[in-house]
């Protein structure tokens, strides 16, 4: 009795752990929006101007913000704070600045301005 007991225990605890992982991981929930894209990307400001070109942006996630490293002499857009529109694509959200910054696993495109500042992209991985 005793050994069948233990039995039925060891097989609950095996269907309790297996049932508690899951592979349906929501893509938004992940990092899968950070990499490098590449694409057309350009700047501006009061006294620079970089007209669109070619070029790459690399995307990190730092905690719920997200930063953007453009090549090219372009300055690095950072701390943008986003929220999720479905279960791929997330939109940037709060007063960091004017504009859109929508990304998804295979595209990125931005049209953003912060303190007189103008990034633009539209990227694909």
Do not use: H
Request: with cysteine; net charge negative.
């Amino acid at each position: 009795m005793k050994s069948f007991l233990s039995m039925i225990a060891a097989l609950l605890l095996t269907v309790v752990i297996f049932s508690s992982c899951s592979k349906d991981k929501d893509p938004a929930d992940t990092d899968v929006f950070a990499g490098t894209f590449r694409g057309t990307i350009s700047y501006s400001d009061d006294t620079k101007t970089i007209n669109p070109v070619e070029g790459s942006v690399f995307v990190t996630k730092v905690g719920s913000r997200y930063d953007f490293r453009f090549d090219n002499g372009i300055p690095d857009l950072t701390g943008v704070q986003f929220e999720e529109r479905d279960a791929n694509t997330m939109v940037s959200i709060g007063d960091a600045g004017t504009g859109a910054i929508t990304i998804n696993k295979d595209k990125l495109q931005i049209l953003f301005s912060r303190n007189s500042r103008n990034w633009s992209a539209d990227c694909t991985r």
